[in-house]
C-alpha cells in the first residue's frame, strides 16, 4: 500500500510541482518533492500531518528534534515554530511527503459523532508510524486528481475519510484535542487566529485573553503550554517568518521590516539574526541559490 501511495505521489508531483511544493484543488493538501536537501526552513504551520513517502526530514522545536523517514507521519497539533531540514534527497530518490491541513471543523463534527473517546494536549510535534488506512485514504485522495472532474463529488468525501482514520490512528487522542468543543486547545487556537490576523499590529494581551475566554494570568499559562511561546515571542517570530518569505518574493529588506510592524530597521536586523542566525541578506541570498539549484 505505501509503495502505491508513494507511485501515486510521484506522478502527480513530478508533473506539478513548482519550487518543490505540488499544489492540489484541496486547500491546505500538498505534495512536496525535493532532489536535494535542503537549506533550514523556517515556518509557523497550522495544525498537520505529513506523511513521508520516501526520504528523510528533521524538524525541530524548542529544544526537541525529530527525524523521521518513509513510513512514518509528522504531526503537529498547533501552531507553533518549526525549524525544518530535508536531510535525504537525491536526484535518484527524491524526497516526497503528502501534506494535508487538518480542519478543525470536521474534526470536531467527528468527534461528535465518535463519541466520547480520550484524548491529550501533550507535545505538540510528534512522530509516529503512518497507519495502513491512513495511506490507503491518501493514496485514494491522490488517485482522485488523475480524474479532476470527480474532485466536486467525492473530495470532500475522501477528505472526511482521511480525518477519520487519523482520529482512529496513533495520532487519534492528539488530534481529537482540535475537536473537543471549548477546550484548552480550541480557545487558544482562538486567540492564535487573531495574532496571525493582526501580526503587524500592536498586540494586545487583553484582547487576546478575551478571544480565548480566559482570564489574563490563565491565557499565558495556556498559551505558552500549548505552543511553548508566549504571546509577544509567538508575534515576534511570526513576523520574522513573514518578512522572510516576502524577501524571497523579492521585497527589499526595509519594506519587509516595515510591512511587519518595524520601525527600525536595524532592531529587524538583529532580531532577525538572533532567530535566522544570518543577516537578512546574507540569508535570502544563500536561500535564492539553493532555490534555483533545485528546480
Known amino acids: 500500500m505505501t509503495n502505491n501511495l508513494l507511485e501515486a505521489a510521484r506522478r502527480y508531483a513530478d508533473a506539478n510541482h513548482r519550487n518543490g511544493v505540488a499544489q492540489t484543488p484541496f486547500p491546505g493538501l500538498v505534495i512536496l518533492r525535493e532532489t536535494m536537501p535542503t537549506p533550514l526552513q523556517y515556518a509557523i504551520s497550522k495544525p498537520l500531518v505529513a506523511l513521508v513517502l520516501q526520504g528523510g526530514k528533521r524538524v525541530a522545536m524548542g529544544s526537541s528534534t525529530f527525524d523521521f523517514s518513509a513510513g512514518e507521519s509528522l504531526l503537529i497539533t498547533t501552531d507553533v515554530p518549526t525549524v525544518s531540514q530535508i536531510t535525504r534527497a537525491s536526484l535518484g530518490e527524491p524526497y516526497y511527503s503528502f501534506v494535508v491541513e487538518l480542519d478543525p471543523a470536521l474534526i470536531e463534527s467527528l468527534v461528535v459523532e465518535m463519541g466520547a473517546a480520550p484524548f491529550s494536549i501533550g507535545a505538540p510535534v510528534r512522530v509516529e508510524p503512518t497507519d495502513a488506512e491512513v495511506a490507503d485514504a491518501a493514496r485514494r485522495l491522490i488517485r482522485l486528481l488523475e480524474r479532476p ?147
Do not use: C
Open 149 to 295: 472532474a470527480s474532485v466536486p463529488v467525492l473530495g470532500k468525501q475522501l477528505l472526511r475519510e482521511l480525518h477519520y482514520w487519523l482520529l482512529s490512528g496513533k495520532h487519534g487522542s492528539a488530534i481529537r484535542s482540535l475537536g473537543v468543543t471549548n477546550s484548552h486547545a480550541q480557545r487558544v487556537g482562538r486567540a492564535v487566529a487573531r495574532i496571525r490576523a493582526d501580526f503587524a499590529k500592536p498586540l494586545r494581551t487583553e484582547q487576546l485573553a478575551e478571544a480565548a475566554g480566559m482570564s489574563i494570568s490563565a491565557f499565558h499559562a495556556h498559551f505558552r503550554a500549548i505552543t511553548s511561546l508566549t504571546p509577544l515571542q509567538f508575534q515576534k517570530q511570526l513576523r520574522l517568518i513573514e518578512a522572510r518569505r516576502s524577501m524571497l518574493e523579492g521585497t527589499a529588506i526595509s519594506k519587509a521590516a516595515s510591512d511587519v510592524g518595524y520601525e527600525s530597521v536595524p532592531q529587524f536586523t538583529r532580531e532577525y539574526g538572533r532567530m535566522f542566525g544570518t543577516s537578512p541578506a546574507k540569508d535570502i541570498r544563500e536561500t535564492r541559490v539553493h532555490l534555483q539549484a533545485s528546480t
